[in-house]
């Protein structure tokens, strides 16, 4: 099957429908030119760079895990000083507060 070849695009030459034309027809060279003085063209240049902040990336305000009065911590201690404990957690309510008072009876 033979094609034919490529004829370049001109945009000038496509048909427009009814209301492409009406668009066309309403453009016209008649609106001023704006020219920008320095000083407008900066305080445009501020006003984008204020709202195309970076919104996404980042930390963000108030995000993570919130600080404790408390620090976790790791012990290894043997079966007869785990029962003891274990009592001692019974007493106190819980593990880590009978942990904490044992230490601080140590003192």
Known sequence: MRTQPLTPYD???VKLSAYE???????DGSAPVVHATPELMEQVLQAAQRSLAKLRGGKR??????????VKTTVLIAPDVRQKLTLLAARHGSLSRAVEEAVRAAK
């Open 21 to 27: 034309q009406s668009i066309e027809d309403g453009i």
């Open 61 to 70: 305000a108030g995000a993570g895990r919130k600080p404790r009065d408390y």
């Open 11 to 13: 945009p000038l030459k």
